[in-house]
């Protein structure tokens, strides 16, 4: 029955409070928490700013910038980044985007410390640790072109950069190399008096969930830094250690050795559990400068996602923990300690992410970065985690979200349009931190689903193994069955249905485009649409991800031909939405124009917005807003309804001359 205090409007034609320009205003990003005696630094992002990243501290009357004007504190290891900034006595250093040269930050200026590449952007550096006395730091340095130190040819028969990790003394300038050989390296973690180094370290074809060993050795510093001998500690063969932390003279740790990832702690050579829950206490590796781990007066706190909650959680000392209540918070993206405090990026379905200050035995919340408006955090819709029979007779996890209004209530006789949302990855998950993009769908009077396919984390490794060799196959079967789950319940219209999803979650979103009859319309952010292009023509972090996704390269190219969106174009009949930025190392543009022309060819109504400056995800203000808005008018189009936004359909093609 219609509430009589709302007005009865059409799904999807709802006014709402949370313009798209709102949203993209308050798309700011928090990243790489460190704690510097009693300071609390992070970075943070500004799309109205083009997505500039400043070096930010908690000061006595507000947060307050450290970074000169213009200084854009973003580094490119790995692609994906995370680790661009390091403090620690007294020192503050960070990345620039411009030059990947590390800076010494001091009264509002950025001077180089590293040297300079012989070709642009060609040393790059993260995880910068300052060591005790500050006269020098050890970070992961990632080398291309010219300045690489030996040659690393991969299966493709292509140089590719050469990860290690490096002492810099701060004075100089002069790079002394710790750690190399491995493919990849992590951390590094340094303990309090400086005196040893742990690290992880792993190899193609492993992802870092897949198996990442974590190794200790003595550190020797003085004019000629060096390593000890070095002892493998836990991880590596089928074991993924995630993330490690010194405490006093043990080294705590999180590893899956059992298929969820526990706290352990590791002193001389002995190894001791501290977890025994079937919760994952760990997160994957696909950023650097992410702290899991933390300890307040002797109590180990860690990072724990289940059901889609990312709660920090406080070990009880018998093998169990408890998860911390903070009003509002339903994700906790990185722990640190600040005294007898937690300092945490943290935010909640109503609680804009920021950095707070957490007294862990009352839960008690005190916000250091800036309070913000966020319509988004006020529109209301709360998630509901729902576990739903898919294929194979498996189950898999999803979010729900209502459509959700103050002022408007749709007909008793329709059911909603329902947006179903496949994450990136595919190696990740849906949370519950404010999703602005789900809210600004529920306002307007739609469903949402956020898809937890078979393959996400936060359900075990047996979960988010069920993807191995099934990409493609796992995903779109509990994409599609979520959908059909959410129709049967009578909380979703059939025949208005909407897929749509960036990167890992492009290539579910095409692919379940071209291989079924199931969604009205679509959308692809910087999809993948051929999965050879992407093996052969990706980054190094990622260049043998498929191996254990899809299947050996080049053994396996019929499966990635059969697997590729682009192999089934010719069965695709779904209207289509197409948004790519052009200097996506990732995935490139062609991967976007493969379709495109494909849609063009067919005569399938669609659209396609290459978006200039833009990576692997939009950071633009402007940008932002118009991939939202030109989203809501082509689905809008499509479905047949007027949404109440005034603005503009994206130019429309309907076939080979447009």
């Known amino acids: 029955m219609s509430d009589p205090d709302r007005i009865v409007a059409p799904y999807g034609t709802w006014p709402s409070p949370l313009s798209a320009a709102d949203l993209a205003a308050a798309s700011v990003g928090y990243n790489d928490l460190v704690v510097d005696g009693a300071d609390v630094l992070w970075l943070q992002s500004d799309p109205t700013d083009g997505g500039r990243v400043a070096v930010v501290r908690a000061g006595a009357d507000g947060p307050e910038v450290l970074s000169p004007v213009g200084f854009n504190a973003r580094t490119r290891v790995g692609e994906y980044g995370g680790g661009a ?136 510093l003085g004019e000629s830094p060096s390593l000890g001998e070095a002892r493998h500690v836990a991880g590596g063969d089928g074991s993924a250690v995630a993330d490690a932390l010194w405490d006093g003279d043990r080294l705590l740790f999180s590893d899956d050795p059992d298929g969820w990832w526990n706290v352990f702690a590791w002193a001389n050579g002995s190894t001791q559990r501290l977890q025994d829950e079937a919760v994952d206490s760990g997160a994957p590796r696909w950023v650097h400068g992410i702290g899991q781990l933390a300890v307040v007066d002797g109590a180990v706190h860690v ?71 966020d319509a988004a955090a006020e529109i209301g819709a709360v998630p509901e985690h729902m576990t739903f029979p898919t294929a194979d007779d498996a189950v898999a996890h999803g979010l729900y979200y209502p459509p959700t209004s103050v002022t408007h209530v749709g007909p008793d006789d329709e059911r909603p349009p329902l947006v179903v949302l496949t994450h990136g990855g595919p190696t990740s998950a849906a949370r ?30 047996a979960y988010r193994d069920a993807l191995r060799g099934s990409w493609g196959i796992h995903d779109v079967a509990d994409t599609i069955a979520a959908t059909r789950h959410l129709v049967a319940q009578g909380l979703a219209d059939p025949d208005r249905l909407i897929i749509e999803g960036g990167s890992a979650g492009g290539y579910t979103t095409l692919l379940a485009l071209c291989t079924t009859d199931t969604f009205a319309a679509g959308g692809s952010l910087f999809g993948v649409a051929d999965l050879r292009a992407l093996a052969t023509d990706t980054h190094k972090f990622e260049s043998r991800y498929l191996d254990s996704m899809v299947g050996p390269w080049p053994e396996d190219e019929q499966v990635y031909v059969d697997r590729s969106p682009i192999t089934h174009v010719e069965s695709l009949s779904t209207p289509m939405i197409v948004l790519q930025g052009d200097e996506d190392a990732v995935v490139p543009p062609a991967q976007a124009e493969l379709i495109v022309a494909a849609l063009r060819r067919r005569g399938i109504p669609h659209a396609y917005i290459l978006f200039e400056g833009e990576q692997h995800g939009f950071r633009k203000a402007a940008n932002i807003t118009r991939s939202l808005e030109a989203r809501l008018a082509f689905y809008g189009h499509v479905l047949g309804f007027d949404p109440a936004d005034d603005i503009d359909l994206p130019e429309f093609q309907s076939g080979p001359n447009g």
């Open 85 to 220: 900034l390091g403090a620690g006595h007294g020192v503050v250093l960070a990345c620039s985007w411009d030059d990947q040269r590390v800076h010494r930050i001091v009264d509002g200026a950025a001077t180089p410390v590293t040297p300079e590449p012989s070709t642009a952007a060609g040393i790059r550096w993260a995880q910068m640790t300052v060591l005790p006395g500050g006269e020098g730091f050890v970070a992961i340095r990632e080398t291309h072109g010219p300045d690489r130190p030996r040659g690393n040819v991969n299966v493709h028969g292509t140089e590719e950069a050469v990860n290690e990790i490096v002492h810099v003394d701060l004075a100089s300038g002069e790079c002394t190399v710790l750690v190399t050989g491995p493919d990849f390296v992590g951390g590094p973690f340094v303990d309090a008096d400086g005196t040893r180094m742990a690290w992880l370290q792993w190899d193609h074809p492993d992802m870092p969930w897949d198996s990442a060993a974590l190794w200790v050795a003595d550190l020797r």
């Open 303 to 373: 990072q724990t996602l289940s059901d889609g909650y990312a709660h920090a959680r406080r070990l009880d000392g018998a093998g169990g923990g408890v998860a911390l209540e903070i009003d509002g918070v339903g994700l906790v993206g990185s722990l640190a300690t600040v005294g007898s405090d937690l300092a945490m990026i943290a935010g909640g379905p109503a609680l804009p992410t920021g950095v707070l200050r957490v007294d862990p035995t009352t839960g008690r919340a005190t916000r250091l970065s800036a309070t913000r408006e």
């Open 432 to 461: 519950t931190t404010v999703n602005g993009t789900a809210q600004y769908w529920t306002s307007r009077g739609f469903a949402v689903v956020d898809v937890n396919y078979r393959g996400s984390v936060g359900y075990g490794r």
